[in-house]
């Protein structure tokens, strides 16, 4: 209790701190996690109970943002946001692989650290994006349905790395069996939203919180779902966000779901999983080993913004209209 206590203390403090510059909350959470945890100060760690409670609050933030975004726009920017998955997964893997060679790594280290930094954090970016009240526009949707088409990329990357790993040759018949495995998920989910919950959610009551027990039930067996095909759970928590539309049911169960799961992911459990994240922190201020955590570090952000940059490139748009459209 008393390390809860610290980081909810600590994370709105900072978090207020970094608002009032016009930063994202997110980053004074993370700071939080940092001071407090083992990087620094060393007054709170890992544990069974904070590590449920982090998983908790990027689960249900994943839910809501699935809520708050339009299935129809991220259908309708698919392409866009296939290159911008595309573009910002190749560079950064290209630039972090030949960042460790130069710094004398072996093919498989920098294999495994190119594919380290190609990898994007959607949860990150879902939170950030709703910092900046621009989750629900055009960019936004490009954003996130390229972070999801990224964590297939990076789902299959792994595999191809694993079996080389093993084997030291491509194991096509593994990749296939993990496309087919994605392409069949994403199928249901198809299936589910467009005619199996639609006439579920039309009967659902808020007697006694049971809308918000149907949400929790869709959302673990859509991460349940996506864990078997071996994506991360939150894209099956951000789909079944997807199903419950203003649309589909009473307006005030929507929004009786929407404030349920808002309050208990931004406004308790998140900040426990940005400052969890500080606990697999290990800082080394050798000169070698920081010389090398900048220059791939620089690397990352370069081979993101470039990468992204090119994908969007081929749809020749105004990149300053993109931002602002919606806004």
Same mark, same amino acid.
């Given at each position: &209790?008393?390390?809860?206590?610290?980081?909810?203390?600590?994370?709105?403090?900072?978090?207020?701190?970094?608002?009032?510059?016009?930063?994202?909350?997110?980053?004074?959470?993370?700071?939080?996690?940092?001071?407090?945890?083992?990087?620094?100060?060393?007054?709170?760690?890992?544990?069974?109970?904070?590590?449920?409670?982090?998983?908790?609050?990027?689960?249900?933030?994943?839910?809501?943002?699935?809520?708050? &975004?339009? =299935?129809?726009?991220?259908?309708?920017?698919?392409?866009?946001?296939?290159?911008?998955?595309?573009?910002?997964?190749?560079?950064?893997?290209?630039?972090?692989?030949?960042?460790?060679?130069?710094?004398?790594?072996?093919?498989?280290?920098?294999?495994?650290?190119? &594919?380290?930094?190609?990898?994007?954090?959607?949860?990150?970016?879902?939170?950030?994006?709703?910092?900046?009240?621009? /989750?629900?526009?055009?960019?936004?949707?490009?954003?996130?349905? %390229?972070?999801? #088409?990224?964590?297939?990329? /990076?789902?299959?990357?792994?595999?191809?790395?694993?079996?080389?790993?093993?084997?030291?040759?491509?194991?096509?018949?593994?990749?296939?069996?993990?496309?087919?495995?994605?392409?069949?998920?994403?199928?249901?989910?198809?299936?589910?939203?467009?005619?199996?919950? =639609?006439?579920?959610?039309?009967?659902? *009551?808020?007697?006694?919180?049971?809308?918000?027990?149907?949400?929790?039930?869709?959302?673990?067996?859509? %991460?349940?779902?996506?864990?078997?095909?071996?994506?991360?759970?939150?894209?099956?928590?951000?789909?079944?966000?997807?199903?419950?539309?203003?649309?589909?049911?009473?307006?005030?169960?929507?929004?009786?779901?929407?404030?349920?799961?808002?309050?208990? /992911?931004?406004?308790?459990?998140?900040?426990?999983?940005? #400052?969890?994240?500080?606990? *697999?922190?290990?800082?080394?201020?050798?000169?070698?080993?920081?010389?090398?955590?900048?220059?791939?570090?620089?690397?990352?952000?370069?081979?993101?913004?470039?990468?992204?940059?090119?994908?969007?490139?081929?749809?020749?748009?105004?990149?300053?209209?993109?931002?602002?459209?919606?806004?």
């Amino acid at each position: &209790m008393t390390s809860l206590l610290l980081i909810l203390v600590v994370a709105l403090a900072l978090g207020s701190l970094f608002a009032r510059y016009g930063l994202p909350f997110v980053l004074g959470e993370l700071v939080a996690g940092i001071l407090l945890g083992p990087p620094i100060l060393g007054l709170i760690g890992p544990s069974p109970g904070l590590e449920l409670l982090a998983e908790l609050g990027i689960f249900f933030v994943m839910f809501h943002t699935g809520m708050e &975004m339009d =299935p129809k726009e991220l259908l309708e920017h698919l392409w866009p946001s296939l290159c911008v998955a595309v573009g910002g997964f190749v560079l950064p893997f290209i630039l972090g692989y030949f960042t460790t060679r130069a710094f004398g790594g072996t093919l498989y280290q920098s294999l495994f650290v190119g &594919m380290g930094i190609s990898i994007t954090a959607i949860a990150v970016q879902s939170v950030i994006l709703h910092s900046l009240r621009i /989750s629900t526009t055009y960019v936004g949707h490009i954003i996130i349905g %390229a972070a999801i #088409a990224d964590d297939i990329l /990076s789902l299959i990357g792994l595999s191809i790395l694993l079996g080389m790993a093993k084997s030291g040759t491509v194991q096509f018949v593994d990749i296939g069996l993990v496309v087919l495995k994605v392409v069949g998920f994403f199928a249901l989910t198809i299936i589910l939203g467009h005619f199996i919950v =639609p006439k579920l959610t039309r009967r659902l *009551h808020d007697r006694e919180g049971k809308a918000f027990t149907f949400a929790i039930l869709g959302a673990l067996a859509m %991460a349940y779902l996506a864990e078997l095909v071996g994506l991360h759970l939150i894209i099956g928590a951000f789909l079944a966000g997807q199903y419950i539309r203003k649309e589909m049911m009473d307006e005030k169960i929507y929004h009786a779901i929407s404030d349920r799961f808002y309050g208990l /992911s931004y406004g308790f459990l998140l900040p426990v999983f940005f #400052a969890s994240l500080s606990f *697999h922190l290990h800082f080394d201020w050798t000169p070698s080993f920081t010389i090398f955590a900048l220059v791939l570090t620089l690397a990352a952000i370069a081979g993101k913004l470039l990468g992204c940059g090119l994908g969007y490139s081929f749809f020749k748009r105004n990149l300053r209209w993109v931002w602002f459209r919606n806004y």
